[in-house]
């Protein structure tokens, strides 16, 4: 039985989940374990490689790379997760206003010790196809066993990655500490343009200018990084101001993160619905105008936005003004290649400048979907809390299993909850009905923290589908209309 935490769970370090191994978190490797990719710079001629301090993987093809460099498919996300978040601590110095985790300044004294810890990482190499690891909090740095871990995790195979908080913990010392334990990717958490947004969303001044004194130092290290924002009332008119500042760096990723009404986002203001397609047109654009990937998380109805887009490039109607609706789905039984996002879902299409982002829609006369389909809340990706509690992800606290008492590859292939999250047929309301309900889904994780059903309609999502009848939406001032998008009155 899955039960619902007391205290919410942390998916990353100051509640942004990140480090997903999209396309452009894989294709960047040493090598080691799978290839690397090199694309052209925009505006220069075929075969020139990218400037050696960038990662330019915006134009990966579709297919996405297990950490083990695997073509990772869509039926692989019924035994495997791509990607495991593992809070090894709830402690942290910072008191950021939509922390889930609600970070306390000292350790749990229940927390996994290293024994344990390193036992639930040994339980990760039973997944058949064995996850990138994702090391977040509270902050892990201040867990002191926190490079024994990543040292233990690269010897067994696993590709680790961290999520940090942004304090004086996270001294040059530690970056080559971490690079040298083996490392793969640092995730730095940027939430304005400027000192004021950024320290107020904080909580601590300051915040911001060591922000990128980090992002310096881990440059400096030769660490490979990507940077994590979360998108609120209070920045949503900097983000064309963040990609710029970010372009000044050589970040391999930008995750952009979009609240969850859980632990102290309960309290933080969302954006409306309809802004989440202003955001989704700035994404796109700057997907084909900067040098790093990006990817979104807990917004997997960006990929019905991709697909639109698509479909008004070939000069065909879009889906809602076609009837009747055929499923948009990832392939034959649920085959083809896996595009990533944690734990919302990213499509591989962000990492492509809109003129290479050619993905047909089945059904219509073009080419069958070769598999577009993402990670999503226990589809792909799942969560071990500091105490080892096993949820979907941090943002759906509801506790399936407890490591070492459960195997977290058990819980992930077993749980009903875990089974029913995968299972597009189990979505009600108009995500029951979409016909992108297979490759996009909802945010399971905001349907449960606005309506307590993590299998409920996608509450920030505008699109309706044309079987959706006509209702007035519970403010009385909203309409739906059939097959389009929710208008308001």
């Given amino acids: 039985m899955c039960t619902n935490k007391s205290q919410p769970a942390a998916g990353g370090a100051d509640g942004v989940p990140c480090l997903a191994p999209s396309i452009s978190a894989e294709f960047g490797l040493n090598g080691r374990n799978g290839p690397v990719v090199q694309f052209s710079r925009p505006g220069s001629p075929p075969g020139d490689p990218p400037a050696p301090e960038r990662c330019a993987t915006r134009n990966a093809p579709s297919t996405t790379m297990s950490p083990g460099g695997l073509a990772y498919t869509a039926s692989d996300f019924e035994h495997s997760p791509l990607v495991v978040f593992y809070e090894v601590t709830r402690a942290c110095n910072l008191l950021c206003r939509h922390c889930r985790a609600q970070a306390q300044p000292h350790r749990h004294p229940l927390e996994l010790d290293t024994a344990a810890a390193q036992s639930l990482l040994d339980d990760f190499k039973g997944f058949p196809k064995p996850p990138l690891v994702v090391f977040t909090g509270g902050d892990p740095i201040k ?20 999520t940090p908080s942004a304090t004086k913990l996270v001294s040059t010392n530690v970056i080559r500490r971490l690079k040298d334990a083996g490392l793969h990717r640092l995730a730095i958490s940027l939430d304005g343009a400027d000192a004021a947004t950024h320290d107020d969303f904080r909580r601590v001044p300051g915040s911001f200018a060591r922000t990128l004194e980090i992002i310096q130092d881990t440059m400096d290290c030769g660490l490979s990084m990507q940077i994590n924002t979360t998108i609120t009332r209070q920045n949503f008119h900097q983000l064309d101001a963040m990609a710029d500042l970010l372009d000044r760096y050589p970040i391999a990723l930008w995750s952009v993160f979009f609240l969850v009404p859980t632990g102290r986002a309960m309290a933080a203001p969302r954006i409306a619905p309809g ?17 790093f990937g990006i990817k979104t998380t807990e917004a997997p109805h960006y990929r019905r936005f991709l697909l639109e887009k698509q479909r008004q490039a070939d000069g065909a109607p879009p889906i809602s003004d076609l009837a009747p609706q055929p499923d948009i789905a990832p392939g034959p039984h649920g085959g083809g290649s896996a595009t990533a996002d944690l734990p919302g879902v990213a499509s591989a299409m962000l990492n492509q400048p809109p003129a290479a982002a050619h ?43 407890h490591f070492p008492h459960d195997s977290a590859v058990a819980v992930y292939q077993r749980s009903p909850l875990f089974l029913d999250l995968r299972n597009p047929d189990k979505l009600k309301g108009k995500c029951g009905v979409c016909p992108y309900r297979r490759i996009c889904g909802g945010s399971r994780a905001r349907a449960y923290g606005v309506t307590g059903d993590p299998l409920a309609a996608e509450p920030d999502c505008i699109y309706v589908p044309a079987t959706a009848l006509d209702q007035d939406a519970e403010d ?14």
């Fill in 359 to 401: 993905l047909p829609v089945a059904g219509y006369g073009h080419t069958p979907l070769p598999g577009i389909v993402g990670t999503n809340d226990g589809r792909g990706v799942m969560f071990i809390s500091h105490i080892g509690e096993i949820c979907p992800t941090g943002f759906l606290p509801i506790v399936c299993g």
């Fill in 143 to 162: 867990r002191p066993d926190v490079f024994d871990l990543v040292s233990h995790g690269v010897a067994i195979g696993l590709k680790m990655a961290m």
């Fill in 476 to 489: 009385g001032k909203s309409k739906i209309r059939p097959g389009g998008l929710e208008t308001e009155n």
């Fill in 275 to 291: 802004e989440y397609e202003i955001v989704f047109e700035k994404l796109y654009a700057h997907s084909g105008r900067h040098r």
